[in-house]
């Protein structure tokens, strides 16, 4: 649901000011019928009317990007490409990203227009777990590994942070679950058990997995499945 100010502002040109006019002045109907109030609740299925032209609800947007080295998680930058600056689509200054990530890490970046969605991907209280594969210049521990999983103060910090699962891939490589997103979180727990990140992937969150036919710099919307967050 919602309000019918907001709908109109969103769709349209008109900003809400001038879209609280054209409510008040009876120019806008709402399934055949005038309506008045700025506030007043629109349903998905409702039909809102300018003058006889139809206002399309607008349709929030939801895109996964394989993120390239170098390029930065921001809406603008003066020195490097933003992940936006990847996206070859209309009106990409609504856009935010869901979740960012270093400008040396490579991976799943989502970017969205949906605030409260991209809140339940980036809070810490809904729990969606960050599946990162991690290089190291040197051959990782069982001790290391058990810190990692027990929980480590980082630097700075009064909470500690663990990994909620960690897998061995081979010497120098894990796979690490997260379940929150920290600054160079990954970077700074390895620093904290004495190791050294030399690559970073992100290769999932939640239950939205990096689509294996994106290649690095590609995009492609989510489908509802994923928008759906439950597998
Ligand atoms: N942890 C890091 O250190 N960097 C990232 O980009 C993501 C997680």
């Known amino acids: 649901m919602m309000r019918l100010d ?3 502002s969103h769709s349209t040109v008109f900003t809400r000011s001038q879209t609280g006019k054209l409510i008040r002045k009876g120019l806008i109907k709402v399934n055949g019928k005038v309506i ?3 506030a007043y609740k629109i349903l998905p299925d409702d039909h809102v009317h300018y003058l006889g032209i139809e206002i399309n609800q607008a349709k929030k947007r939801y895109i996964m990007l394989y993120k390239p080295k170098d390029v930065v998680c921001a809406t603008s930058d003066r020195e490097h490409k933003t992940v936006l600056d990847l996206l070859f689509i209309s009106n990409r200054k609504k856009l935010h990203i869901a979740g960012r990530l270093d400008i040396d890490t490579t991976g799943l970046v989502l970017i969205t227009d949906d605030g409260q969605w991209s809140h339940r ?16 210049t040197e051959a990782i521990t069982t001790e290391a590994i058990q810190s990692l999983r027990q929980g480590i103060l980082l630097k700075g910090e009064k909470k500690p942070t663990l990994a909620t699962e960690v897998t061995k891939l081979n010497n120098t490589t894990l796979l690490l679950t997260l379940n929150e ?3 160079h979180q990954i970077k700074r727990m390895l ?7 030399i690559a970073l992937h992100r290769q999932q969150i939640g239950t939205i997995r990096l689509d294996p036919n994106l290649s690095t710099g590609e995009w ?6 994923e928008i759906n967050l439950n597998g």
Not at 191 to 197: P, Q, S
């Open 6 to 8: 907001k709908l109109i």
């Open 36 to 38: 008045k109030k700025s």
């Open 121 to 136: 991907i980036t809070s810490p209280k809904h729990k969606q777990a960050k599946i990162y594969r991690v290089s190291l």
């Open 181 to 183: 997103g920290r600054y």
């Open 191 to 197: 620093t904290a058990v004495g190791y050294h990140v």
């Open 220 to 225: 492609r919307e989510l489908n509802q499945r």
